[in-house]
């Protein structure tokens, strides 16, 4: 699906895997099969910074960001060094829990930015639970750089009777985002 649907968007593509499916190949044949997709990007949410070496390795050779996450939950210390190791971008979790729409954007997600941008330069995007142009127009106010948005569209994708009209509704979807931003 990912080598029909990634040359028909004008963004880049970061997908998000758990380790298992990942471990089950070779590194190297994920890594191939991913940069033949037209993905540029990574995020692998149960994969520890501590544990990230040999995946990091082969994503660097295929020249695939390794996106690190840092949570509510993470200390200043390991944050700093999440952010250091994250390759394009650094993802924000904005709540603990699993992932999914949610009413609003956690509060506490103002000060993670401002905590994260003292120990980077680097863009942060915002994830979990982004789901309404208003979480949109929120987070960029208190300074993401970037949101995350993934059940939304796998719901949209899913509830589609075809590709196509699954990347129409989608469209409408992240021109709604847009439009909220400030």
Request: glycine share 6%.
């Amino acid at each position: 699906m990912l080598k029909e649907v990634v040359p028909q968007l004008s963004c880049p593509i970061a997908i998000f895997s758990y380790y298992n499916p990942i471990s089950m190949h070779k590194m190297d044949w994920f890594m191939s099969a991913l940069k033949d997709c037209g993905v540029q990007g990574l995020i692998v949410p149960d994969l520890p910074l501590e544990e990230s070496a040999s995946l990091r390795k082969e994503a660097t050779r295929k020249n695939v960001d390794l996106v690190q996450l840092t949570t509510p939950t993470t200390e200043k210390h390991r944050m700093k060094a999440i952010a250091e190791a994250s390759e394009g971008f650094v993802y924000l979790v904005s709540s603990v829990g699993v992932t999914g729409a949610r009413p609003s954007v956690n509060p506490q997600v103002q000060l993670l930015l401002e905590e994260i941008k003292e120990v980077t330069a680097k863009p942060v995007a915002v994830g979990f639970g982004i789901s309404k142009p208003e979480h949109v127009r929120q987070l960029s106010l208190w300074g993401a750089d970037g949101v995350i948005v993934g059940s939304a569209i796998v719901k949209l994708l899913g509830e589609a009777n075809s590709t196509e009209e699954g990347l129409k509704r989608v469209e409408s979807f992240m021109s709604s985002l847009r439009e909220a931003l400030p």
